[in-house]
């Protein structure tokens, strides 16, 4: 767990303040526990206060030193639904609907964060997808030179059986359907960007296909032809293959077979689906099979770490992707 290790580490380094819009959630809670055990980060849990304590007493904890904000208690309540209804009111949000949104535990954790009173949020272990990743555009907004929002998977084949073990990025896993050519290309080129940020090895970026160097000719490969194109112009020193099947982009043997002149030689860490069908059983098929760690699904393109979780998590999913959103946070 070389790497996984690495990340806790850098989290410990960093100490940052992480907020967990689902408090209540057993998951979330002992999570929560675990990080503040490990000194990964100082954790904040939203939700029901009394329900939060409840919980904690019925598994046996010690919440010293995890800070709970309640919405409809907390001291911070008015001057958050004011910068809600500023953000929102060219929307036609009224003064009290955003008091009453800002009651809603993910809107108060994204708005905690907008408000630098965290430095990382986390949801996704109840709420939806959709809405976890709304609630994050509404409210932390879209980074400057970024037309939308993606996402990647951490994947670290870490196990006995790994061979060669390593850790990969798959994009995009949970957000963006069925992207055009432009948006495939945006998504490498945030994946490649969060690859310096996450490994130590080069990225060797591979735009996935059920095609190798034009051995099939359909609309959707002339699609992933097309962003690869995008994606080398963006990223002219970033070695980016495709349109090619996965073999050929992680077996180097397959690749020299396959491929004349590869650029990557069957060593892909980036991998891009052409869809969200392809990337979320991808990374599901790594993970339940496979017997990876799958950390994610991280959000890029927001101007601040806002992160999402698949409600079938489990605890280990959770204090993972706080470690991550930790590191992230401190870059």
């Known amino acids: 767990m070389q790497f996984l290790n690495s990340i806790l580490q850098k989290a410990r380094d960093r100490r940052r303040s992480i907020v967990l819009a689902e408090g209540e959630d057993a998951r979330v809670l002992a999570a929560a526990i675990r990080a503040r055990d490990d000194g990964i980060a100082n954790c904040i849990l939203v939700g029901n206060s009394a329900a939060i304590l409840q919980q904690a007493e019925a598994s046996g904890y010690d919440l010293t030193d995890i800070r709970i904000e309640d919405p409809n208690a907390s001291q911070y309540h008015q001057r958050y639904s004011e910068t809600l209804w500023q953000l929102r009111r060219h929307k036609g949000m009224t003064q009290e609907q955003a008091q009453l949104q800002a009651r809603d535990p993910l809107c108060f954790a994204d708005l905690m964060l907008q408000a630098n009173d965290a430095d990382g949020a986390i949801a996704g272990a109840v709420y939806t997808?959709?809405?976890?990743?709304?609630?994050?555009?509404?409210?932390?907004?879209?980074?400057?030179?970024?037309?939308?929002?993606?996402?990647?998977?951490?994947?670290?084949?870490?196990?006995?059986?790994?061979?060669?073990?390593?850790?990969?990025?798959?994009?995009?896993?949970?957000?963006?359907?069925?992207?055009?050519?432009?948006?495939?290309?945006?998504?490498?080129?945030?994946?490649?960007?969060?690859?310096?940020?996450?490994?130590?090895?080069?990225?060797?970026?591979?735009?996935?296909?059920?095609?190798?160097?034009?051995?099939?000719?359909?609309?959707?490969?002339?699609?992933?032809?097309?962003?690869?194109?995008?994606?080398?112009?963006?990223?002219?020193?970033?070695?980016?293959?495709?349109?090619?099947?996965?073999?050929?982009?992680?077996?180097?043997?397959?690749?020299?077979?396959?491929?004349?002149?590869?650029?990557?030689?069957?060593?892909?860490?980036?991998?891009?689906?052409?869809?969200?069908?392809?990337?979320?059983?991808?990374?599901?098929?790594?993970?339940?099979?496979?017997?990876?760690?799958?950390?994610?699904?991280?959000?890029?393109?927001?101007?601040?770490?806002?992160?999402?979780?698949?409600?079938?998590?489990?605890?280990?999913?959770?204090?993972?992707?706080?470690a991550l959103t930790a590191v992230l946070a401190g870059e």
């Open 129 to 322: 997808t959709g809405d976890r990743v709304r609630s994050a555009l509404q409210i932390v907004g879209v980074k400057p030179g970024f037309k939308s929002v993606s996402s990647f998977m951490l994947m670290l084949f870490e196990a006995e059986h790994h061979n060669p073990q390593r850790a990969m990025l798959f994009a995009d896993c949970g957000l963006i359907v069925d992207p055009d050519a432009e948006q495939l290309a945006e998504i490498a080129v945030a994946t490649t960007n969060s690859a310096q940020r996450l490994i130590d090895d080069e990225p060797r970026v591979a735009m996935l296909s059920f095609s190798t160097d034009g051995s099939a000719s359909h609309a959707l490969v002339e699609k992933v032809r097309l962003a690869t194109e995008l994606a080398r112009r963006q990223m002219p020193a970033t070695a980016v293959e495709g349109e090619v099947q996965l073999d050929a982009a992680i077996v180097p043997s397959i690749a020299a077979q396959k491929i004349s002149d590869s650029k990557i030689d069957g060593r892909a860490n980036v991998l891009i689906f052409p869809d969200l069908n392809a990337g979320n059983i991808g990374y599901k098929l790594a993970q339940r099979f496979g017997g990876a760690t799958a950390i994610g699904p991280i959000l890029q393109g927001l101007k601040r770490p806002a992160n999402d979780l698949s409600r079938g998590c489990s605890t280990d999913d959770v204090y993972n992707l706080i």
